[in-house]
């Protein structure tokens, strides 16, 4: 089935601007299919695992549908805690721009009471647990009489857990004229019964899954913080340097934000996404395939059907929402019978994105250790030392010969000689882009101490001070615990009557702020900015 775009249906502006936001460029094979059958409201029965992005499948055509009344007009029951927030706060940052429109996740575990404030000041969309909907919908705390689009999303797994009673309690609460929707990974016969008793003549969509078929790949991943990505990749690159790399990113604004972040380091790279003009694409490939440069970032829509055999390394920056996308990814390298790598990224909840990965491709991930700053020096160890016996290779040493000699004149051995210009030349050669990577070193748990102070700094601005009770140990503890700066990069601290000044490493100074503005010192929030010659 051909891919479709957003754009290809008619959505609100609303609706639109909240995808856009959300970096999505082009519908998931669930979400185009579903879609439309729901926007027409047609009961259905999808079958999809978690990762092929079918919370906005019914997220999307719920949020066109409903009204900004006070009433609960949809009720989405989900298996766990967890998936009952993740449902809710994609439906929230998709209909964020649709005011008047509220989600609210209902679940065991959270104070009752809090969930009945909420549901008192008016809400249009519920996502709960079956046990805490019904204890609701018992205590008259939730009114279901204008739901009118019911989803049941993980059914396999709530029948699994035991939930099937609690379900049908539900369903028999709601008038019968509502759209139900159900959404499972797998369709056992029970859940075709128990469809059958509610829904009227539902559209089955199935998206089956492509198996990996790629077995000269390696594939690795690491866990590591978001604002670590940057500087991992840099590492990767430099420990692996291929010659070609494609690194992959979701979102449009991800892609235009790190091709700027790498050309900034010095890397030869460029972007390539669904906003660019085909005549820019055809550039930015054309560059890729020259060897002009060695790095293409790019989202998944914008890489389809790229033909490239020369690629040694794939890197998920981001994982993909969509567990397909992830063979499509990884298939770019190991072309023509060679051999490849992929690396994924992982960040907090993206592990279970990994693990659903795993499943259905049948692959095993390997896990993998955070490349350091001295596998870094010991790259250059060895680049150093193969360019040094190249350079005996070609011989023409001969003026050189004579500055040896003259050294080994005053009593100094070869091997001295040799390890002093090795220092220099090592020294000379390393990267300075790698000299401000401390603080994710401190992260991985092998900082180098050597490094101290050293760098350019800049005066921070935080608006607290003696009449609040900080001092510059508190201060210094905070920058600490937010951010994992060592004290060594850390200056002097002025502490003021109603503020302070620090001064930090210049290079860590954008972080600090980003992490610490907003947080509390002292039980104060406090205010962080780049200092911009205030006085004392």
């Known amino acids: 089935m051909k891919e479709r775009r957003f754009e290809?249906?008619?959505?609100?502006?609303?609706?639109?601007?909240?995808?856009?936001?959300?970096?999505?460029?082009?519908?998931?094979?669930?979400?185009?299919?579903?879609?439309?059958?729901?926007?027409?409201?047609?009961?259905?029965?999808?079958?999809?695992?978690?990762?092929?992005?079918?919370?906005?499948?019914?997220?999307?055509?719920?949020?066109?549908?409903?009204?900004?009344?006070?009433?609960?007009?949809?009720?989405?029951?989900?298996?766990?805690?967890?998936?009952?927030?993740?449902?809710a706060e994609e439906i929230g940052n998709i209909g964020k721009y649709k005011k008047g429109i509220k989600v609210l996740p209902v679940y065991g575990g959270q104070p009752i009471e809090r969930q009945i404030r909420a549901l008192k000041r008016g809400i249009q969309i519920v996502v709960g647990t079956p046990g805490r909907v019904i204890d609701h919908i018992r205590r008259k705390t939730l009114k279901v009489d204008n739901v009118k689009m019911m989803v049941l999303d993980e059914a396999d797994e709530m029948f699994d857990m035991g939930f099937r009673d609690d379900i049908g309690l539900v369903m028999d609460r709601l008038s019968e004229d509502r759209q139900t929707i159900f959404f499972s990974a797998t369709m056992p016969q029970e859940i075709i019964r128990f469809a059958s008793k509610y829904q009227k003549n539902p559209e089955i969509v199935r998206v089956a899954h492509k198996e990996l078929t790629m077995p000269r790949i390696e594939q690795y991943y690491f866990e590591l913080k978001e604002h670590m990505k940057t500087e991992i990749l840099s590492r990767l690159i430099d420990i692996y340097n291929p010659k070609l790399t494609i690194v992959f990113c979701n979102t449009k604004r991800k892609v235009d934000e790190l091709t700027g972040e790498l050309q900034g380091r010095g890397y030869f790279a460029d972007g390539l996404h669904g906003d660019l003009k085909q005549n820019q694409r055809d550039t930015v490939m054309g560059k890729f395939r020259n060897g002009s440069i060695d790095i293409l970032v790019a989202t998944d829509v914008a890489a389809r059907g790229l033909d490239v055999d020369d690629v040694d390394l794939v890197i998920n920056y981001d994982i993909p929402q969509d567990e397909e996308y992830y063979v499509h990814r990884i298939g770019r390298t190991a072309r023509a019978g060679r051999d490849g790598v992929a690396f994924s990224f992982v960040v907090g909840r993206d592990r279970n994105k990994l693990n659903n990965i795993q499943r259905y491709a049948n692959t095993k991930i390997k896990r993998k250790d955070l490349p350091t700053l001295k596998d870094i020096e010991k790259l250059y160890e060895a680049n150093a030392l193969d360019n040094i016996k190249e350079e005996i290779?070609?011989?023409?040493?001969?003026?050189?010969?004579?500055?040896?000699?003259?050294?080994?004149?005053?009593?100094?051995?070869?091997?001295?000689?040799?390890?002093?210009?090795?220092?220099?030349?090592?020294?000379?050669?390393?990267?300075?882009?790698?000299?401000?990577?401390?603080?994710?070193?401190?992260?991985?748990?092998?900082?180098?101490?050597?490094?101290?102070?050293?760098?350019?700094?800049?005066?921070?601005?935080?608006n607290i001070g003696k009449r609040k009770g900080a001092s510059a140990r508190h201060i210094l503890a905070a920058i600490s615990q937010e951010t994992g700066v060592s004290k060594d990069f850390i200056g002097d601290i002025d502490i003021y009557d109603k503020f302070s000044f620090v001064n930090v490493r210049e290079d860590y100074a954008k972080a600090i702020v980003e992490s610490l503005d907003g947080k509390r010192i002292k039980r104060t929030k406090v205010k962080v900015e780049i200092a911009n010659q205030r006085k004392g």
């Not at 639109?16 to 879609?35: K, L, V, W």
């Not at 009593?411 to 220099?424: C, N, P, V």
């Not at 090592?426 to 760098?455: A, F, P, T």
């Open 393 to 462: 290779v070609k011989g023409d040493l001969g003026k050189y010969n004579k500055i040896v000699d003259l050294l080994m004149e005053e009593g100094f051995t070869s091997f001295d000689i040799a390890a002093a210009l090795l220092k220099f030349y090592i020294g000379d050669n390393k990267s300075s882009k790698h000299e401000e990577l401390d603080m994710v070193d401190n992260e991985i748990k092998k900082k180098s101490k050597s490094r101290s102070k050293s760098g350019k700094m800049k005066r921070l601005y935080i």
């Open 8 to 87: 290809d249906i008619n959505l609100s502006n609303e609706i639109n601007r909240g995808i856009t936001d959300m970096g999505f460029e082009e519908m998931s094979p669930i979400q185009s299919q579903a879609i439309p059958i729901i926007l027409e409201g047609k009961d259905i029965i999808g079958q999809a695992q978690t990762g092929t992005g079918k919370t906005a499948a019914f997220g999307i055509p719920i949020l066109e549908m409903i009204e900004k009344d006070g009433t609960v007009q949809a009720l989405i029951l989900c298996p766990t805690r967890e998936l009952s927030i993740q449902v």
